[in-house]
């Protein structure tokens, strides 16, 4: 029998995790087309509302459906705002561990939401789910998701050289693809020591609930 992740919300002083609904695929796709999310991660370019529907209602329930990961929606608590999104993917229930990625949206940066949600996402995932290991790859030049790592406690590992296809606009405005290196950091449960009091400004982690 395969395992899986239950389908729940997680909740901070300032956010909800949550499953994404049909509701969310206009601000989802609008967040994905972002510049710095098409130079760092592999999504379609342009990214359309029906790869939002498509990932939204298929691909998502379908990780978490067969034990694969699971996705969450991270909605601003006061706003009910879309923010993000955080993904544990590449699940091995044996090992015990996961990869993780975050996406943040542009008009919510700056605000610690990424290393908000990613913390509770880790503490949840090591203190309800009882995984060992949470893996996170980083291109070399994006320094912004790199803070996020360090900011909950990541260790950096060692660097995967030419391993990602990175984006970039040419002279003639058009993307191009670049090759280039990834970081890999690792976070272990005992790395989160100390972690939450370091973010208390930003709430971190509160409580999590069966989502209905």
């Keep these: 029998m395969t395992s899986t992740f239950p389908n729940i919300s997680i909740s901070t002083e300032r956010l909800v995790l949550r499953p994404f609904e049909e509701s969310d695929i206009e601000a989802f796709a609008e967040m994905m087309n972002d510049e710095l999310v098409t130079a760092w991660t592999s999504v379609p370019q342009p990214y359309t509302e029906a790869d939002a529907r498509a990932w939204i209602t298929e691909h998502a329930p379908a990780e978490r459906a067969e034990g694969r990961g699971i996705v969450f929606a991270v909605d601003e608590f006061l706003t009910q705002r879309l923010v993000g999104t955080v993904h544990l993917r ?17 008009w919510a940066r700056g605000e610690g ?10 503490q949840w995932f090591f203190r309800d789910q009882k ?21 909950i406690g990541c260790i950096s590992e060692g660097v995967l050289r030419g391993a990602w296809i990175a984006r970039t606009r040419d002279t003639h405005g058009e993307w191009t693809d670049v090759r280039t290196d ?31």
């Design 90 to 106: 590449h699940a091995d229930w044996r090992v015990r561990s996961a990869e993780m990625a975050y996406v943040i949206a542009p």
């Design 182 to 212: 990834l970081i890999v950091w690792s976070l272990l449960p005992e790395d989160l020591d100390g972690v939450e009091e370091q973010l208390a400004d930003t709430g971190g982690f509160t409580s999590y609930s069966d989502w209905n």
């Design 131 to 151: 995984f060992e290991r949470l893996e996170l790859r980083t291109a070399a030049d994006n320094t912004a998701s790199q803070q996020v790592a360090q900011k």
């Design 113 to 122: 939401y990424a290393s908000e949600a990613a913390l509770a996402t880790a």
